[in-house]
């Protein structure tokens, strides 16, 4: 009875260091243990903690998303297309001048552009396509007199991000957003450029509604 006992309570530690290895035999960390020590080398995220906290000290990262919101809530993000088109129509292009009015106040700042499809046609070419659109977008902003350097590599969701749900045709699933993505490299919130944004734009909220009401957009838009 014992040694019934024994050959089981075996059986289960062997089975649990089993089920030990596969779950974490492809984890670095696990499968270091028994290695010497400092075998384990950097697996990619060393360092993102100390770049995220010293975002968050020096304002960058509070900056960044209250500019988002900013530009979320002051014009149109989106743009729609024509099925399995990347063809701007009249719409397109009037939304895209107000989002390059808007980027030109801030030349400081990077914007990324991401493009979508709906859910008609293979995983590949929807990948392409919405790539296609993206890249329109960036040509139309580029048009408008915004650096080609402040506008990030675009990026092709394709398909995998409707905005409604179906396998049909979808005009909102068939678009481009654009997004605040970071600062110009080598410029933080501590540096002085950002300093002339924020001491520009508080200077433009001090005016009194009647004397602003005579000014456009325009006067307040620093070319680069």
């Known amino acids: 009875m014992q040694q019934h006992r024994t050959l089981r309570l075996t059986i289960a530690g ?5 089920l030990s290895a596969c779950a974490f035999g492809s984890d670095p960390v696990y499968s270091a243990f028994n290695r010497e020590a400092g075998a384990l080398v950097d697996t990619g995220n060393f360092g993102t903690a100390t770049m ?3 975002q968050i000290h ?6 960044i998303y209250d500019l988002s919101q900013r530009f ?3 014009v149109l993000t989106t743009v729609n297309f024509a099925f399995n088109s990347s063809t701007l129509d009249a719409g397109a292009r009037d939304t895209l001048r107000e989002q390059a009015n808007w980027i030109r106040q801030f030349p400081e700042i990077r914007f990324r552009v991401y493009g979508h499809t709906d859910k008609v046609g293979s995983n590949a070419y929807n990948q392409r396509l919405g790539l296609r659109r993206a890249q329109a977008v960036v040509h139309f902003l580029v048009s408008q007199g915004i650096s ?9 969701f394709g ?3 409707p905005l409604i ?3 049909g045709r979808e005009r909102r699933n068939r678009r481009t ?4 993505s970071g600062f110009v490299k080598g410029i933080t919130p501590l540096d002085g450029k950002y300093a002339e944004v924020i001491y520009r734009e508080y200077v433009r909220s001090a005016e009194p509604p009647s004397k602003l009401s005579g000014i456009s957009g325009q006067d307040f838009v620093t070319t680069e």
């Open 14 to 18: 062997l089975s649990m260091t089993l």
């Open 52 to 54: 995220n906290n010293v």
């Open 58 to 63: 020096n304002g960058e990262k509070q900056v």
């Open 72 to 74: 979320a809530s002051e």
């Open 148 to 156: 080609r350097d402040r506008l990030e590599a675009m990026v092709s």
């Open 159 to 161: 398909e995998t991000q």
């Open 165 to 167: 749900v179906t396998e």
């Open 177 to 180: 957003v654009t997004e605040v």
